[in-house]
């Protein structure tokens, strides 16, 4: 019992010890950072930021715009959702064959709602401010917009799927009165939303730093002044198109507190500021168009992939394999006759749809010639790629066609043969791959097919060549890739550029900038005034920014997407195409031994696309209105 009362006595007059100096007791922690350790330290502040910009979504990256209905977001390779709404369809597993046979899409598609990278960018701007007092002023204005910027890269990803959402600019903090409502935000407009993007970029372009006037590999990660108007961009053009085409519809989609709806008459204030910040970045002599091959096609692919001496690309999410941060894009979709790991697969696939919207180099539409102009035979070609001849190059780097190589491998692509009976073609086609037909011992179907139902081999008879990595076993498990995912380039901007001076009637301008991508791609026959549209503009920049996550959102806020994806099978754009190729069985003829293609709905692709007026915004969760009643639903939901 006194041995108790001791201690209780000693720890009592530890407590009540003077503070005169420090005691055993006053030790700071070593595992445990204080805020003016971490809002002092630009090192710390430097790892905070590489944490928040690793956050952003990517079609590359392990991130999926799905989240669950508590608000967490579901980890899982985005890329896969390609072929449900790209200029692509699924090859792949077939247990994954439910892509292919979307009756229509849920209102719940590409739902965004992400406040904890909100609340985390909020909470980093105030913590800063008052704990930073060892930052240099410089210091703190860098990293400042920088979390700026963030926060609006990620409103700007939220509004584009939503609509409206709550515009939390501070800290929520939770006052224990046992009232939330102080909490409870409502919905911002959707052009407060937009308008918020494009002031923020404008107050912050001149703090961000990250640019010496030489582009190193570190500065295309890190937000800089470029990067900031290509944000403004970017979101000033879809604010513009919301505003125009959705007035335009015989029922536009609007609430009665704008949550959803921009107003026609800010549809040219909208696009005057894209045009302006595209304007910003071309004219500072920073960027260029990437012209460093003479091979117009490899050109264009070295546009997206390289990562050293290109001066197009403004902003990715890099992944570097020295630092063990890589992705198994290649690994999935790589073509299947040059895998390099027996467990890889060949999963997206680009359609004909896609193929045939590159133009030819004179400037002619890009329908493929198969047949003859009285649809009474085939054409016949002597060499598999023929059928491509002087097609826009930005093809080639797009989608690795019939005839084309990869890594310096041919990819075999042969359906089957066409053999003649006399007065006919009979089509023979190969149960499996890189098969011979028997009666002439040629081949019969080829290594990376195509194939109707054999799963992990294209089923359209093209396969992705944008964003598949060059390099030695980049396909394999073991090495897998660190191509890079591109959110800004030079190639966007001037598209940007052309649709914004083209709704502003500025047609000379227009013409400069989707000329220079066309002339880049060896087309020969500029545009004029009189061949220039919208119509022409969209398939442009269908072509130049394929399979870099922008055909959805371009088609949603041009007000298009229930028309093009409209659920009938009739409609050539709802139903995604295949092109299959054959070798023809012909003894004794001149044609034997040449190729023919067939046009064809691909084989594994079941039901059209089927966009509804409901997909134009996304639902919003019930537990986000369940716990903030001031959240309004979108329209159809």
């Known amino acids: 019992m006194k041995k108790v009362i001791f201690v209780f ?11 005169c100096k420090k005691n055993w007791l006053d030790r700071e922690s070593k595992t445990l950072v204080t805020n003016e350790q ?37 980890k899982q390779e985005q890329w896969r959702n390609m072929a449900n709404y790209d200029d692509a369809m699924w090859s792949g597993y077939s247990g994954e064959d ?26 980093a701007l105030e913590n800063m401010e008052k704990y930073g007092t060892a930052l240099s002023a410089a210091e703190k204005k860098q990293f400042t917009a920088e979390f700026r910027f963030l926060r609006a890269f990620m409103y700007f990803e939220m509004v584009k799927r939503m609509g409206g959402v709550p515009l939390v600019t501070k800290q929520l903090i939770y006052d224990y009165s046992g009232d939330p409502s102080p909490l409870q935000q409502p919905r911002a407009k959707e052009s407060e939303v937009y308008d918020f993007i494009g002031s923020e970029m404008d107050a ?16 295309y990660t890190r937000a800089n002044k470029y990067t900031a108007m290509a944000l403004k961009s970017r979101a000033m053009l879809y604010a513009g198109s919301l505003a125009k085409y959705n007035s335009q519809m015989a029922s536009p989609i609007t609430t009665p507190g704008g949550e959803v709806g921009i107003p026609a008459s800010k549809a040219n204030e909208y696009y005057q500021k894209s045009l302006d910040a595209s304007k910003e970045i071309i004219n500072s002599g920073i960027y260029s168009l990437y012209k460093s091959n003479p091979n117009l096609g490899e050109n264009f692919y070295e546009a997206i992939t390289k990562k050293t001496n290109n001066k197009e690309v403004i902003f990715v999410k890099d992944f570097l394999t020295s630092k063990a941060k890589k992705h198994g894009f290649s690994y999935d979709n790589i073509a299947r006759s040059i895998r390099e790991d027996n467990l890889g697969s060949s999963a997206v696939t680009p359609v004909l749809n896609l193929v045939e919207s590159f133009d030819y180099t004179d400037g002619t539409t890009g329908t493929l010639k198969t047949r003859t102009s009285d649809n009474s035979d085939f054409i016949y070609y002597d060499n598999l790629a023929d059928i491509f001849a002087n097609k826009d190059a930005r093809l080639y780097g797009t989608v690795i066609y019939p005839g084309t190589t990869f890594k310096g491998l041919p990819v075999q692509m042969q359906a089957g043969v066409m053999v003649w009976n006399g007065s006919s073609y ?7 791959l890189s098969t011979n037909y028997q009666p002439d011992g040629k ?43 591109i959110w800004f380039r030079l190639g966007e901007i001037y598209m940007n550029a052309t649709e914004a001076a083209f709704e502003l009637n500025q047609v000379t301008d227009a013409l400069t900038y989707i000329n220079a991508l066309r002339a880049r791609a060896g087309i020969t026959v500029p545009l004029t005034s009189d061949k220039l549209s919208i119509n022409k503009i969209r398939n442009e920049r269908r072509v130049e920014l394929a399979f870099e996550d922008h055909r959805l959102w371009d088609l949603k806020r041009w007000r298009v997407a229930h028309e093009v994806w409209n659920g009938d099978a009739g409609n050539p754009n709802a139903m995604l195409y295949a092109l299959y190729p054959y070798r023809v069985v012909r003894p004794g003829d001149p044609r034997d031994g040449k190729y023919v293609f ?10 059209p696309r089927f966009f509804q007026m409901g997909n134009y915004y996304s639902s919003i969760d019930q537990a986000v ?10 329209p159809f939901h």
């Open 38 to 74: 971490v809002w002092n330290d630009p090192k710390q502040i430097l790892a905070l930021l590489g944490n928040y910009y690793d956050r952003l979504p990517t079609d590359l990256g392990l991130r999926d715009i799905n989240q669950n209905g508590n608000g967490s977001i579901t």
């Open 598 to 607: 067939v046009k064809l709905v691909a084989p594994r692709y079941k039901a």
């Open 98 to 123: 439910g892509r292919n046979n979307i009756s229509s899409y849920a209102f719940s598609s590409w739902r965004y709602w992400d406040y904890t990278f909100i609340r985390d960018c909020n909470l």
């Open 426 to 432: 009979t089509t023979v086609e190969g149960t499996d």
């Open 204 to 219: 912050i372009k001149v703090d961000l730093g990250n640019f010496d006037g030489t582009k190193s590999e570190a500065s």
């Open 443 to 485: 081949l019969l179907t080829g290594s990376a097919g195509p194939h109707r139902s054999i799963q992990e081999v294209s089923n359209t008879g093209f396969y992705l060549r944008k964003f598949i990595d060059p390099g030695a076993l980049t396909s394999s498990r073991g090495i897998q890739s660190d191509i890079w995912w």
């Open 625 to 634: 209105i369940n716990n903030n009643p001031k959240i309004i639903r979108n």
């Open 9 to 19: 006595i000693l720890g009592i007059n530890i407590l009540l010890l003077p503070g």
